[in-house]
């Protein structure tokens, strides 16, 4: 945890852990759009090489319907039965992501409406697993205990 704080991996305005694959992403050059209940928010690595870390955006106004049609690759991971992506059914809409797109529901919940993702996304993984999902879990409840520890 210090050596990802000294790094600078972490927004220091976030709380430890959020958006961390967001940040490596972007910091490779990818441009990330993060969409969660307070709204969406783009990760890029930012103009120029010399950018010490990733950049991050607020995008006020902007949903699911602005962020999907310009992503290559979409990850679903939302965190229970009763909390969906609220569109078309509660799962993420095909009609708004592009011929081609990959596609990942790394939740332990359908977040894909699986028959019709797989007619438009050229690689579609419907779940990433038990173990790596029990894995991720244990690694959410070591942060918060470090985050405890901190405080």
Avoid at 55 to 76: F, H, I, M, R, Y
Avoid at 91 to 98: G, K, Q, S
Avoid at 109 to 118: Q, S, V
Wanted: proline share 5%; hydrophobic share 40%; charged share 20%.
């Amino acid at each position: 945890m210090e050596l990802r704080q000294h790094l600078q991996i972490y927004n220091p305005i976030l709380a430890y852990g959020n958006r961390l694959f967001a940040a490596l992403l972007a910091n490779d050059g990818a441009t990330v759009y993060s969409i969660d209940t307070t709204g969406v928010q783009v990760f890029t690595r930012g103009s120029g090489i010399r950018q010490p870390r990733h950049q991050v955006l607020d995008k006020e106004g902007w949903g699911l319907e602005d962020v999907l049609p310009l992503s290559d690759a979409v990850t679903g991971g939302v965190p229970t039965d009763g909390f969906r992506v609220p569109t078309d059914g509660f799962r993420v809409p095909t009609d708004l992501i592009h011929d081609g797109a990959v596609c990942v529901n790394f939740s332990s919940y359908r977040n894909f409406d699986g028959p019709a993702i797989k007619e438009k996304a050229s690689i579609y993984v419907p779940s990433i697993g038990n173990v790596t999902i029990a894995m991720l879990l244990r690694n959410l409840v070591r942060l918060i205990a470090s985050r405890q520890v901190v405080q």
